[in-house]
C-alpha cells in the first residue's frame, strides 16, 4: 500500500510529498529526535504534578470560600468576614499559580512540537526553540513564586485586625 502511493506521487509528480517521506523513513532520525526530546517531555510531566497539587489547593480555597459565602451577610461571623479577605487573596494568588504553570505546559508542549518538526524541515529553528525552552523556565518560576506566595500566605493565617 506504501509503495502504491509513492508510485502514485511520483507519477503525479509530488516531490514535497516524497521528500517528506524519505525524510521520516529514517528511523536512527526519529530515534533521535525522541531522544531530544525526552527531556521536555520530562519536564512537562513534572508541571503536571505541580499543577495537581495547585488545583487540589484551589479547590479547596473556593469550597470553603462557598461555605462562608452561603452564610448571610448578617449572620458571619467577624472571623468569617477576616477569613473571607484571606482566602480571596489566596485565591488570587492561585489563579496567577494556575495561569502561569499551564502557559510553562503549553510553551514546552511547543518546544516538544517544534523539535520533532525541525528534524523534518531545512530551515533552522534552533534559536526559536531555545527561546521558547527560555520562555518556559520563565512561565514555571512566575508560576511556582505565585504558589510560593500563596503556601506563604496560608501558613500565616487570617490575621485579626492590629490595634
Known sequence: MVLDLLAIAAEARLPFALEIFERTASTPRVQQVVQLSLAPAFLLSGIGA?????????IWIAKRIETIEDKMEEHRTPRQV???GWLMQRRKL???AIMFSTAAAVMISAV????FVSAY????????IAGLWVMTMALLVTGLGFFLFET???AIGAQPPKG
Open 152 to 154: 506563604r500566605l496560608a
Open 121 to 128: 524541515i531545512t530551515s533552522q529553528i534552533g534559536t526559536l
Open 82 to 84: 477576616r477569613e473571607f
Open 50 to 58: 505541580v499543577m495537581n497539587v495547585i488545583m487540589s489547593r484551589m
Open 94 to 96: 492561585m489563579q496567577g
Open 112 to 115: 516538544i512540537m517544534l523539535l
